[in-house]
């Protein structure tokens, strides 16, 4: 792993000015090559084809020389790899059969996994070559490119799982939670201990980096959010640091609000991402100077640009100069972004002045 790497550095505790950047959802709809790619083949075809995938995880840092490849991959693959179907339909989303009772439950496969995730480990196998190779294959500076692997953590995944889907209310999952608790932290430990696999075996086949993704921790209260978010998290992250002593590890725990202290304090994770609503000053004050973060630019500046864009991005730096940081949003990039706009906040980060 090389230490040469700003991502890294930063992720290893180091301040640096002016902050790495790389955007949540970089590889996407808003870019043009990727719309094109898009026509050949659907979405889960694309995750699990590894020509298709390595290129889709390149695109952006071919366009804007980002700081950090993410897989092209999707947190749903791992109930995937467990058997529960899984569909992505334009206009709605994710539809998988929905797992309401035990039966459905022991319907799921775990020990099917290794097989089914094998072209995803490829495709980080192939993009680890890539990117740390000496020819740069059209990428600038490609040896200073972390390569982060990354999986949903488990509240969120069981969401989907329980669901069937995406949801506005959550219903079926606090049902649940609440009429049969054992069952929904039965799922929950199923996806600690298939989470924990699957990320280390990315780390095996050469993510330099591992991200967990846990975009509904905001809607628990506190003590389900300890239960379902933070204690998960908490053992991922040991299960990972087990095998692979000191790796870095970014945890997002989107919408956690005043939750995210402790989170912060009790998982061990290198670097917080913040979302959009999280107010830097009072979160910047109750966390130790130690913990990375990373984030917050709403999605929506970038989607307008301008000065506003410009303004809010270096207040974000500013205030977080004194700490490990890496730049990014909030969430992920708008679909209809402008991609001049994503020029000119890279532009605008990598020269801020002292």
């Not at 692997?149 to 069981?158: I, M, Q, Y």
């Not at 608790?181 to 430990?189: H, N, S, T, V, Y």
């Amino acid at each position: 792993m090389q230490v040469s790497k700003k991502i890294l550095q930063v992720l290893n505790g180091q301040k640096i000015w002016p902050p790495p950047i790389w955007l949540m959802r970089q590889a996407g709809r808003f870019l043009p090559e990727f719309r094109e790619l898009r026509q050949q083949a659907d979405f889960l075809t694309r995750c699990l084809t590894p020509d298709l995938a390595v290129e889709i995880t390149l695109q952006p840092i071919r366009r804007f020389g980002f700081d950090a490849a993410i897989l092209f991959s999707d947190i749903l693959i791992l109930p995937w790899a467990m058997g529960q179907n899984l569909e992505f339909i334009e206009g709605k989303g994710p539809v998988l059969p929905p797992i309401r009772n035990e039966e459905g439950l022991k319907q799921l496969t775990p020990e099917n996994i290794q097989q089914k995730i094998e072209p995803v480990l490829t495709s980080v196998r192939i993009l680890n070559k890539l990117i740390n190779s000496e020819q740069s294959i059209g990428l600038a500076k490609a040896k200073s490119v972390s390569l982060i692997g990354f999986a949903g953590s488990p509240f969120t995944v069981a969401c989907y799982m329980v669901e069937g889907g995406s949801s506005r209310d959550f219903s079926n999952v606090f049902k649940m939670i609440y009429q049969n608790p054992a069952l929904f932290q039965k799922i929950i430990d199923l996806l600690v201990t298939t989470t924990a696999d699957y990320l280390c075996q990315q780390i095996e086949a050469g993510a330099e980096v591992i991200m967990l993704f846990d975009s509904w921790a905001g809607i628990l209260s506190p003590n389900l959010f300890r239960q379902f978010v933070l204690l998960p998290t908490q053992e991922i992250v040991r299960r990972i640091r087990e095998q692979f002593h000191d790796f870095p590890i970014i945890g997002f725990p989107r919408l956690a609000g005043t939750k995210i202290f402790s989170y912060a304090k009790e998982t061990n994770l290198n670097v917080i991402g913040l979302d959009q609503t999280e107010d830097i000053s009072v979160i910047d004050s109750s966390i130790d100077n130690n913990i990375g973060f990373q984030g917050n630019l709403d999605p929506f500046y970038l989607l307008n640009g301008g000065n506003y864009m410009a303004q809010n991005a270096a207040s974000i730096c500013q205030k977080l100069r004194h700490r490990p940081h890496i730049f990014n949003l909030g969430h992920g990039v708008l679909p209809t972004t402008p991609v001049e706009h994503v020029y000119e906040l890279v532009e605008h980060v990598r020269n801020l002045k002292d």
